[in-house]
């Protein structure tokens, strides 16, 4: 593959589409935007060119094949060398169950295996699926590669991933815990290795992406043999809006006390909870960490808990890990709070944590590095690039026989 060739990727969220267009041999962004707000009224496309920042309405009816069509007709017409360039197309998928534990270039078997997932990722995986109907339409001939959110995490042992509950229900319908932000912490890994000078197969590390989202997995020898997500995203560590783990029998006393209904459960753990059902005030760490400092106790609790759950499944984390190389913070929060890392690792003094002050001050808006004190267990902060992943593995899977294929990218 010549060093112009692109990559499109794109991430199709059941109301929203974003694309970027990346070299997959350094991982510069030459374009990126996002459709947004499918089925709202109004939605709208945005974009950022070489440094330009541009945004327009799209018809009310239009989702991800007309931003998709946009993009061809509209964005990339007027950048030809980059269209002519792109060799592949890398799609981010939610749900690969347990038939893919590796990115694959897509055809009708992978498309029917990802519709097979759709009862487990009921909002992303049709949303998925449309943006790859779309992408093949307005990219004849090009290589389509799926990329998923759960095949990191294949690599987890029976014991890490059966739920304790009759073995029927993951004989017979699946049900098992899965995990998400797969790509996240595989990029986190490979990175963590690099820093270390370790080989991948032999680094160990536990990784907390702390978005909107969170999740934290623990990795040895390079793959991830445990994680905070399971059956659904919504397992694990408190979220912006997501409650993590909580009793099962909460939800028996809801419906049986309370009479909430399914879907007003559903919403609740979903939406109303996490960050912003503590504090009653925002799902935002920034927020939050703003409206603590001027008194507010339910951010201040909100920001508490976070930090004292995410505390416990790292403390958790060092049990199932023989040994471990270093903590990474990735995400949003996880890369740009040094106020949730420092109450985070304040809880786990006992593991040899400490944080370096002005290193940690300084971990933020993509800095890259160690925050920990020399002498302490090692902690890093490595801002995440899934595209870079996607660009890639999708780089890395053009067929031989196809006229876009990168001989170098196979080793
Ligand atoms: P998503 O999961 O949607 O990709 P992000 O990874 O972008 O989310 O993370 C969003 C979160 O990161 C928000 O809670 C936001 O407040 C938080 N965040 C971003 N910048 C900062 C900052 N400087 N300080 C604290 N939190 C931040």
Redesign the pocket.
């Known amino acids: 593959m010549s060093k112009s060739s692109r990559v499109l990727v794109l991430n199709c969220g059941s109301s929203s589409l974003k694309f970027a267009l990346i070299d997959p041999h350094s991982g510069a962004l030459d374009l990126s935007g996002m459709g947004d707000a499918f089925g709202q009224g109004e939605p709208t496309v945005s974009w950022k060119f070489n440094g330009d920042k541009q945004c327009t309405t799209l018809p009310a009816e239009a989702r991800h094949a007309e931003v998709i069509r946009f993009l061809v007709n509209e964005i990339l017409s007027d950048c030809p060398d980059l269209r002519d360039n792109l060799v592949a197309i890398g799609h981010r998928v939610v749900h690969g169950g347990e038939k893919f534990s590796h990115s694959v270039l897509i055809d009708d078997a992978v498309i029917s295996t990802i519709q097979d997932c759709v009862a487990l990722a009921p909002l992303h995986n049709p949303a998925a699926l449309h943006g790859i109907e779309a992408a093949h339409e307005a990219f004849p001939g090009l290589p389509q590669v799926a990329v998923f959110d759960t095949a990191f995490h294949q690599s987890m042992p029976r014991h890490a991933y059966i739920y304790a509950l009759p073995y029927e229900l993951y004989r017979d319908h699946g049900i098992r815990r899965y995990g998400m932000h797969g790509t996240s912490h595989r990029y986190v890994t490979e990175r963590a290795a690099e820093l270390l000078n370790l080989p991948v197969n032999e680094v160990n590390i536990i990784s907390a992406?702390?978005?909107?989202?969170?999740s934290i997995t623990a990795v040895h020898n390079g793959h991830s043999v445990d994680t905070s997500m399971g059956l659904t995203p919504l397992e694990g560590l408190v979220m912006?809006t997501r409650s993590g783990d909580v009793d099962p029998g909460l939800l028996l006393h809801l419906s049986s006390r309370l009479d909430y209904c399914l879907k007003e459960i559903n919403d609740m753990l979903n939406k109303k909870s996490g960050?912003l059902g503590i504090s009653e005030l925002s799902?935002?760490?920034?927020?939050?960490?703003q409206a603590a400092s001027e008194g507010h106790d339910g951010a201040q609790l909100a920001l508490d808990i976070f930090c004292y759950r995410l505390a416990k499944y790292i403390a958790s984390y060092h049990g199932v890990l023989p040994q471990v190389d270093a903590l990474v913070f990735t995400?949003?929060?996880?890369?740009?709070?040094?106020?949730?890392r420092q109450k985070t690792l304040a809880h786990l003094s006992g593991l040899g944590y400490a944080l370096d002050e002005a290193r940690n001050q300084r971990a933020?808006?993509g800095e890259e590095g160690p925050i920990s004190t020399e002498q302490s267990a090692v902690t890093l902060v490595i801002p995440?690039n899934e595209e870079w992943v996607i660009a890639r593995d999708a780089a890395g899977l053009v067929p031989p026989t196809s006229p876009n294929s990168d001989p170098c990218s196979r080793e």
């Open positions: 992406h702390l978005g909107n989202g969170a912006g960050l799902s935002d760490c920034r927020a939050l960490e995400g949003g929060i996880g890369e740009n709070s040094s106020l949730v933020r808006f995440t």
